[in-house]
């Protein structure tokens, strides 16, 4: 009978060192976020750095990598963010809410937006309840530091974000910001890396596209055809003037907007296209008054036929008008488009006397949504 030994030799690597965190020495970065989306589904949030992103981290405490805490440009002006430009020593857990001016690119529209940021401390080995990491989120301008089981912390991560109710600030539109942040060990040192972050949202909006009537608000326009009377030449005529403004749910860059006027009483018989009628009834010439639709769109006048869609180009270079329409918590700008409704002169005599009443029917058609 042959016996074989065999000797099993064991190599016991102690946990916390097995999975030690990585020598990581500061680095500046510069992220681009361009996100798209509508307003019907706003994202839940926009993460800049994922929770406990190193910053900084070597066993070395006199590295000062448990120290590092970010800071930015200016503590009064937004463009860039607006928080602490240097260390605030604040003790306790917490975290920094940075104010960030985003801008709408064809509007000019500015809106201040809150970006969330937090700390989270590490450690050498598992001081913390058998972790590496202190289990309390820290300010992001306090390079305090707490201890745990009488150890410094020894490297930082970061966490930054913008909340889903943040961005439900934001109108349709292009919007643009850039977030910078230096990074410091030293309370009155020099940066050692800067993070740069640069978003650019594209936001529609496509279920609030609307025909905005500004002097009506919710109530459905009422309009006169404002006809005077001319005793020398006996002829009765008129101009009345409707503010219109189009909303096209995508920060007024639709390619084109399409804008049908109708007469609601149907195709009409007369030459101009439009017609109100006697309101007594009757269907002849002298129970009709005729008269014509245009609409102005960036200084162009243009006729507006009975029932057909007028094509409107160069929206992203008209002056834009800025309204808070109905049911929306932001103004927001939409593309004038005035309608003039003229009365040619026509002779008194030629109609009944009495009162006279019609309906107009405006649609607006909107490109296809962008991908």
């Known amino acids: 009978m042959r016996w074989l030994a065999v000797l099993l030799a064991v190599l016991l690597v102690p946990a916390a060192r097995a999975q030690a965190l990585p020598l990581t020495d500061p680095v500046g970065i510069v992220q681009e976020h361009p996100l ?48 602490p430009t240097a260390d605030t020593g604040a003790e306790g857990g917490g975290r920094t809410g940075i104010a960030l001016r985003f801008t709408e690119r064809r509007s000019g529209m500015r809106t201040e937006i809150t970006v969330t940021g937090s700390l989270q401390r590490a450690f050498a080995d598992r001081a913390c309840q058998n972790d590496l990491w202190h289990g309390t989120d820290q300010p992001l301008s306090s390079r305090y530091g707490p201890e745990c089981a009488g150890q410094p912390p020894t490297g930082t991560g970061a966490a930054l974000s ?36 640069r ?10 596209a609307s025909i905005y009537f500004p002097a009506f608000d919710l109530a459905t326009p009422q309009v006169g055809l404002n006809l005077h009377y001319d005793p020398i030449s006996q002829t009765v005529g008129g101009h009345a003037a409707l503010e219109m403004c189009l909303y096209d749910g995508a920060g007024s860059q639709s390619d084109y907007l399409g804008v049908t006027v109708s007469d609601s009483a149907g195709p009409s018989s007369s030459a101009s296209g439009y017609s109100v009628w006697h309101a007594d009834g009757g269907d002849d010439p002298t129970q009709r008054v005729d008269y014509t639709v245009t609409l102005d769109h960036g200084g162009a006048r243009l006729p507006m036929a009975n029932g057909t869609e007028q094509m409107l180009t160069g929206i992203d270079r008209v002056r834009l008008r800025l309204v808070a329409l109905p049911g929306m918590s ?7 488009t005035p309608l003039s409704l003229d009365t040619p002169r026509v002779p008194i005599s030629s109609k009944r006397p009495g009162h006279y009443r019609g309906g107009l029917r405006v649609e607006l058609r909107l490109p296809p949504s962008r991908p």
């Open 199 to 208: 978003l650019d949202l594209d936001i529609s909006d496509r279920d609030a």
């Open 36 to 83: 798209a989306y509508d307003r019907s589904g706003v994202p839940a949030s926009i993460e800049l750095l994922a929770p406990r992103t190193l910053l900084g981290y070597s066993a070395d405490p006199a590295r000062g990598y448990g120290s590092i805490h970010l800071t930015c440009r200016s503590a009064t002006d937004a463009e860039h963010g607006r928080c």
């Open 330 to 336: 932001q103004p927001v700008f939409c593309v004038p």
């Open 162 to 197: 913008i909340a889903g109710n943040e961005l439900s600030r934001l109108v349709a539109g292009r919007w643009e910001a850039e977030l910078v942040l230096d990074l410091r060990t030293e309370a009155n040192g020099p940066a050692l890396a800067t993070y740069t972050f």
